[in-house]
C-alpha cells in the first residue's frame, strides 16, 4: 500500500529527501546541540529562519520542477501544519512544566520525540494516501471530522489536556514491564543501579511527548490529505513544518498568551478546508483560493492578537 504511494515519483527523489533530513538533524544534534544547554530566544528565533527558509527553498524547487500546481499545494500544506504545531507548543509547555523538566534537557527531549513523530506522519500520510486512492469516499469521512474539529475548536470553553502520566495508556504499559526511577539523572533516559536497567523520568516526559503527538496526527493528516492526494508533497511539508516545531517551541515559550485569537483562525482554517473536502465533488475550489482563504485568515488571526488588548479581569 505504501508502495503505491511512493510510486508517483522516481526513488532518488525519496532518497535525497530523507538524506537532506538525515544529515539536518545529524548536523542539529551531534554539532550545533552537542552539549545541553538551555536555548534562549535568539538561538530559538534563528533556527526558527532556517527551517523557514529551508521549507521556502524546497518549496521553489517544487515549484520549478512539477509546476505551480504542486508548489502551491506544497505552500498550502506547509501553512496548515504550522498553524496546527501551535496546539503542540502549547501541550509542550503542559508536559515539561507538570515534570519540571530543566530548561537544559528540553531539547534533548524534543529532538527524539520529532524524530518519533517523523517517522509516525511518514507512515501515516503514505497509508492514507493509498488509501484514499482505494476508497474515495472516505475523504467525506476526513472532511466531515475536520468541520466537527473546527466547530469544537472554536466554541468558547476551557481546554484541558491531561498530562498525567498515570492517565497515559502508553506510560501505564511501559512501567509494567520496565521500572522507572524516581528522580532525574541529568539528560539522560536509562540508567544502571545495582545492576537493573532503570528508565529515567525524563524518558516517561518522551512518552507522552510521543503519545500526544500521536493524537494531533489525527488533525494533521485529514488536513493535508485535504489539499493534496500527493503522497511526496503531502509528507515533505508535514516533515518541514515539524522540523521546525522545536525552535518554534523555544520562541513562543513564554509568549503564547499573546496569540490568542490564533485558535480560533485555526477553527477557521481547518472547518474551510473539511468543508472544500466535502464539496470537492460539485464545487472545485483551486488551490489558489485556498491559499488565499489559509493565508488571510492566518494573517488576521495574528494582527487581531496584536491589535486587540486582552481585557483585565478585576
Request: with cysteine.
Amino acid at each position: 500500500m505504501m508502495q503505491d504511494a511512493m510510486s508517483s515519483l522516481p526513488w532518488w527523489a525519496w532518497a535525497g529527501f530523507f538524506a537532506f533530513i538525515g544529515a539536518m538533524l545529524a548536523l542539529d544534534l551531534g554539532v550545533f546541540q552537542r552539549e545541553a544547554h538551555e536555548v534562549k530566544m535568539k538561538e530559538a528565533l534563528g533556527w526558527c529562519s532556517v527551517w523557514f527558509s529551508l521549507a521556502l527553498i524546497f518549496n521553489g524547487l517544487i515549484w520549478w520542477w512539477r509546476g505551480g500546481e504542486a508548489g502551491g499545494q506544497f505552500l498550502a500544506a506547509y501553512l496548515v501544519e504550522l498553524c496546527l504545531s501551535v496546539d503542540n507548543v502549547f501541550v509542550f509547555i503542559l508536559v515539561f512544566t507538570y515534570f519540571k523538566v530543566p530548561p537544559r534537557y528540553q531539547h534533548r527531549v524534543l529532538f527524539w520525540g520529532i524524530l518519533g513523530a517523523v517517522i509516525m506522519r511518514t507512515v501515516f500520510i503514505l497509508v492514507g494516501v493509498s488509501v484514499i486512492a482505494r476508497f474515495h469516499w472516505i475523504l467525506y469521512i476526513f472532511g466531515a471530522f475536520l468541520v466537527y474539529t473546527g466547530i469544537k475548536m472554536a466554541l468558547p470553553g476551557k481546554d484541558e489536556v491531561d498530562v498525567d502520566p498515570n492517565h497515559n495508556p502508553a506510560v501505564r504499559l511501559f512501567r509494567r514491564f520496565f521500572p522507572v526511577t524516581d528522580k532525574m539523572h541529568g539528560g539522560r533516559f536509562f540508567i544502571v543501579e545495582g545492576g537493573r536497567r532503570l528508565a529515567t523520568p525524563l524518558f516517561i516526559v518522551l512518552i507522552v511527548v510521543e503519545t500526544t503527538d500521536l493524537v494531533f496526527a489525527l488533525d494533521s493528516l485529514p488536513a493535508v490529505l485535504a489539499i493534496t492526494r500527493d503522497g511526496f508533497i503531502a509528507l515533505t511539508s508535514n516533515i518541514f513544518a515539524i522540523l521546525g516545531l522545536r525552535s518554534l517551541y523555544f520562541a513562543l515559550n513564554g509568549v503564547m498568551q499573546i496569540f490568542r485569537y490564533l485558535k480560533i483562525g485555526l477553527a477557521v482554517i481547518l472547518t474551510f478546508i473539511g468543508v472544500k473536502m466535502l464539496i470537492e465533488h460539485w464545487v472545485d475550489v483551486s488551490i489558489g483560493a485556498s491559499l488565499g482563504v489559509i493565508g488571510g485568515v492566518l494573517a488576521t488571526s495574528i494582527l487581531m492578537s496584536l491589535l486587540i488588548k486582552e481585557r483585565t479581569k478585576p
